[in-house]
């Protein structure tokens, strides 16, 4: 870290913008089992009319067509204006952060799936397998070439001697960070939605959120990996609770509003309604999980080592 070049900056800044602009089209066509090479140019999803180049350009376009469709006049989600944005931002965080080395290319990587997997679950409660597949193979090969430097490559070296030379031995050992991260990621999601399966009798996580733990699992390692499924795990409570919250309130102010009712019966039915909505309401924790995940990789091992000294 420290002063950033700026071709370094600048370079970051414009792959950001591409790649946020493909990332665009997985995000819309990967859950609706289209491929994302073929056809080469997007479509208004209204209109149907294919977008010219000049209509095509990230951030730039939107902007200058104020959100809409230049054909048909139809909106057009900011969702693309803020991918676009968030991954140029990341990539450059990336650059700053890890500099002119293989470890930004690895978690300039790891960031655009993440964004992409996090808008995905949240608009379709989907986790395609061409996203967190593709990302579990590409952690595992990025740990023979970016140290993990996890449980692995601390304590194996002091109890197992490999016949091989120090440099081809740590990459092993990175190599078994990774896959014991994405063993360990898994096997605690999968483990946690069995649990509330059982006690709930509905199931609470899909096997998309499995691979995505094994994917976050083999970039990170064992100890960034529980870090981010304990503080995801937080940021979903939190989440639901105050989704529970302003139902209950906005339900009470309704019924004491247009149904005239005692504000002791207000609250009661309110909060009814508040319990019917977390019963049923499907909350997408891939949205959590690659949020907490984008901060572990940042800010997890500080976090850690400040957690251990305080003990």
Excluded at 239 to 265: A, D, P, Q, T
Aim: glycine letters at 8%; charged letters at 15%; hydrophobic letters at 50%.
């Amino acid at each position: 870290m420290g002063t950033m070049d700026p071709f370094l900056a600048s370079a970051s800044v414009v792959l950001g913008l591409v790649f946020g602009s493909f990332l665009n089209v997985c995000i819309y066509r990967l859950p609706r089992d289209l491929s994302v090479l073929r056809p080469r140019r997007s479509s208004c999803p209204n209109c149907k009319q294919q977008i010219a180049f000049y209509d095509n350009l990230p951030v730039l376009s939107w902007l200058f067509l104020r959100g809409r469709c230049r054909k048909c006049n139809a909106l057009i989600s900011p969702r693309y204006l803020l991918v676009e944005v968030l991954t140029a931002i990341l990539f450059l965080a990336c650059a700053w952060y890890f500099g002119m080395t293989l470890a930004t290319i690895k978690y300039c990587a790891l960031a655009f799936l993440l964004l992409g997997l996090i808008f995905t679950d949240a608009e379709t409660k989907l986790l395609p397998d061409k996203m967190t597949l593709t990302g579990l193979a590409l952690g595992i090969v990025f740990s023979l070439f970016v140290p993990v430097n996890d449980l692995a490559a601390q304590f194996l070296p002091d109890v197992v001697s490999l016949p091989v030379s120090s440099d081809i031995s740590s990459r092993l050992l990175s190599l078994a960070d990774s896959l014991l991260g994405a063993l360990v990621g898994a096997s605690f999601i999968y483990g946690a939605g069995a649990i509330y399966l059982r006690a709930r009798g509905v199931e609470g996580m899909g096997f998309g959120d499995v691979k995505l733990m094994a994917m976050i699992g083999a970039f990170l390692g064992v100890k960034l990996t529980i870090f981010t499924i304990f503080t995801a795990s937080i940021a979903g409570s939190l989440f639901g609770v105050s989704s529970i919250l302003m139902v209950w309130i906005k339900r009470k102010r309704r019924f004491v509003e247009r149904r005239h009712l005692s504000l002791r019966e207000a609250r009661q039915r309110a909060w009814h309604s508040a319990q019917t909505m977390y019963r049923h309401y499907e909350m997408p924790f891939g949205v959590f999980l690659g949020s907490m995940a984008m901060v572990a990789f940042f800010f997890g091992k500080q976090f850690l080592a400040w957690y251990w000294r305080l003990l």
